[in-house]
């Protein structure tokens, strides 16, 4: 397990105080979630990824909070869930934290469902990554496990009613509300004065995933480049607080390099396709792109050079090269070459 970072606190120029808590999900990764303070009624940004061992770090910071940091403030006195996004490590700890408290959660739209309809949103997205993997020339012997990898981190998600919806430009408690879709649909950055919550739309090591649009909509690459370039023009940010990872001082240089990363994932990608003898599919294109992956891993790997590929696609840079395959076959696998 990682050895997590220490609580700290942030201020605001507003006032505002934010303490960052981290928490441990899976083998070897790390989260955080943000206690805000004279920022409306004490609020938890995300609430974990609901394993057993994520919710008693939060826990254990809410406590390090009150006892080392002297705020008068129990888990019962939190009145406000706001959740950036709808994946698992950020909304799966939801139903443990909310039966301790009697707060209102706080959602974009498009992500509602995710939040209220857990189990439900988690079937359909099984059902359209099933799709994309037969689409994607996925084995049949290996489509099973994949989906499985992607089933087995939201046995700990749970149902909870979704109170407020929040809408790009909304303000609420002098809160700021950015929609930042790509990452996932509904994604959302909150600013707060100088300091901007970003989620997992910008990160300051990792180039956050994208997902083909075939699977959900409002995920694809395009969306999420556009995304970025809707946050650059918020002016003043000074401090961004991610989902994962440390602090961003620099939120607009780090935008730049996260765009630069993409767009050359791109070119690398047009580059396989352009000098290959065949037509590619898309796992084909994958093996190209990554080395041997593994469980979860695997899946990232396949729906980000998809990601990648509608964004091609939808720019008129590929061709399908076996369209009567696909027009003939109930399952048919999209070859792909430069248009």
């Known amino acids: 397990m990682p050895e997590l970072p220490a609580i700290r606190r942030f201020v605001s120029d507003t006032g505002a105080r934010i303490y960052r808590i981290p928490y441990t999900f899976l083998s070897g990764l790390s989260g955080r979630v943000y206690l805000m303070l004279e920022a409306g009624p004490p609020t938890l940004v995300d609430a974990g990824s609901g394993q057993e061992r994520a919710t008693r770090d939060i826990l254990a910071g809410l406590d390090v909070v009150r006892t080392e940091f002297g705020e008068r403030l129990r888990v019962k006195d939190i009145r406000r869930f706001l959740l950036t996004h709808g994946h698992f490590d950020h909304i799966g700890g939801l139903w443990r934290l909310a039966q301790r408290t009697n707060a209102q959660v706080v959602a974009h739209p498009l992500d509602c469902r995710r939040v209220s309809a857990a189990e439900e949103r988690g079937e359909l997205a099984d059902m359209a990554l099933l799709c994309f993997l037969k689409q994607a020339g996925v084995p049949t012997e290996q489509q099973g496990e994949i989906v499985e990898a992607q089933r087995a981190p939201r046995c700990h998600v749970r149902s909870v009613p979704v109170d407020v919806l929040v809408e790009d430009g909304q303000e609420l408690d002098g809160l700021r509300f950015i929609h930042t879709p790509g990452h996932c649909p509904g994604h959302i950055c909150a600013r707060i004065g100088n300091v901007l919550l970003s989620g997992d739309h910008v990160l300051p090591k990792t180039v956050p995933q994208t997902w083909p649009e075939s699977m959900a909509a409002y995920t694809g690459l395009g969306h999420y480049l556009e995304a970025l370039d809707k946050l650059q023009a918020v002016e003043g940010i000074e401090l961004a607080l991610g ?97």
Do not use: F, W
Request: glycine fraction near 4%.
């Open 243 to 339: 989902g994962h990872e440390p602090p961003m001082r620099d939120l607009y240089k780090r935008i730049d390099e996260i765009r630069e990363a993409h767009l050359r994932k791109v070119e690398r990608l047009m580059d396989i396709i352009r000098k290959s003898p065949k037509p590619l599919s898309i796992a084909e294109m994958t093996a190209e792109m990554y080395s041997q992956q593994k469980g979860l891993y695997v899946m990232l790997a396949l729906t980000d050079v998809g990601s990648r590929v509608e964004y091609l696609d939808q720019r008129g840079r590929l061709a399908i090269a076996n369209l009567d395959e696909v027009k003939q076959e109930e399952h048919p696998v999209y070859r792909y070459c430069p248009a």
